[in-house]
């Protein structure tokens, strides 16, 4: 038995072929930089816009996010790894994420997410082979309050009960959001100039200039 040998001073994938990102996207992505401090600080949302746009964010798309932004792809490859919200892979049309906090647990969120299983015919983190839904888990959805809970796509649903699952999965409106989206992923940007003197606080991550500020 051969081992293959590695070399890590190599990219894993193709840096030299066509661009994954449209132009329009890495304008999405430029007109967040008027907001920061450092473009660095853009990389969350330029990673939401990319996801959006390719329903993942692939190698390709992190080593050109890492690009636009001025950084190491490394340092776009941790960020991806530490947030379960984005996936390096291509997934369904629609993601059904069940909640697995405690609040849900105790209200029969296990029973939610094995009846999401059963009806799909996919376990977590799979696909559904005609590329309709893919499934995932999530420690809290933030909606302990409506336990138990499961996102379609962004759209929360609440108080889900296991004989739901069916007619929930099969309304095309499942995914139908109720509300505007946020103005930062929307909304043009506006570049008027900040006054740094008159809101230290809003300038600054740094919890003793924010104490001292306040």
């Not at 376990?123 to 302990?144: M, V």
């Not at 379609?152 to 989206?181: C, F, G, Q, Y």
Request: aromatic letters at 6%; charged letters at 30%.
């Amino acid at each position: 038995m051969s081992w293959k040998t590695i070399d890590r001073n190599e990219p894993g994938t193709d840096l030299k072929g066509a661009r994954v990102l449209r132009e329009a996207v890495r304008e999405k992505i430029r007109s967040f930089f008027p907001r920061y401090d450092t473009k660095r600080a853009a990389l969350l949302p330029a990673l939401h816009v990319v996801q959006h746009e390719l329903g993942h964010v692939s190698w390709k798309a992190m080593a050109e996010v890492a690009e636009l932004l001025e950084i190491h792809p490394s340092d776009v490859l941790d960020t991806i790894s530490f947030y379960t919200h984005f996936w390096t892979k291509p997934r369904g049309r629609k993601t059904v994420t069940v909640c697995r906090s405690i609040s849900c647990e105790l209200m029969g969120g296990g029973a939610v997410l094995e009846a999401v299983k059963r009806h799909i015919g996919v376990d977590e983190h799979h696909t559904t082979t005609d590329g309709a839904y893919s499934l995932a888990t999530e420690e809290c959805l933030a909606g302990c309050d409506h336990a138990p809970c499961l996102l379609i796509n962004e759209k929360l649903h609440k108080r889900v009960k296991p004989e739901d699952v069916p007619t929930l999965l099969k309304s095309a409106e499942n995914d139908k959001l109720d509300m505007p989206r946020s103005t930062l992923f929307d909304k043009p940007v506006e570049t008027a100039a900040v006054d740094r003197d008159s809101d230290p606080i809003g300038m600054t991550s740094d919890v003793r200039e924010m104490k001292e500020a306040g």
